[in-house]
Nanobody, 124 residues
Framework: QVQLVESGGGLVQAGGSVRLSCAAS????????MGWFRQAPGKEREFVAT????????YYLDSVKGRFTISGDNAKNTVYLQMNSLKPDDTAVYYC?????????????????WGQGTQVTVSS
């Protein structure tokens, strides 16, 4: 059994920063990449950022480019999301995910394992 556990969410003022962490535990597995998604109330889950391990490549949702940075450790199946200049529109539950199959890592269907989510609330 593989578990992904997120941490680091919370309440922050607009313009502030938050760093999310996600660590895998349980059965050892090899991922091709890991990503972050988010889901705001009443909206569908959307892609935020992903990191492909080899070669190291990152992709971002347009609205977070220049504000969010994804990083991680392939050997530990750990991924981070540094979020700066936060806006109220960034308020959502943030989920990390790991992909073994690869493919389009901007798509939910590319991911095999998901965390339980961590709430990030940005106040205006």
């Amino acid at each position: 059994q593989v578990q992904l556990v997120e941490s680091g969410g919370g309440l922050v003022q607009a313009g502030g920063s938050v760093r999310l962490s996600c660590a895998a535990s349980g059965r050892t597995f090899t991922s091709l990449g890991m990503g972050w998604f988010r889901q705001a109330p009443g909206k569908e889950r959307e892609f935020v950022a992903t990191i492909i391990w080899r070669p190291t490549t990152t992709y971002y949702l347009d609205s977070v480019k220049g504000r969010f940075t994804i990083s991680g450790d392939n050997a530990k199946n750990t991924v981070y999301l540094q979020m700066n200049s936060l806006k109220p529109d960034d308020t959502a539950v943030y989920y990390c995910a790991a992909s073994q199959a690869g493919g389009n890592l901007r798509a939910i269907t590319a991911y095999n394992y998901w965390g339980q989510g961590t709430q990030v609330t940005v106040s205006s």
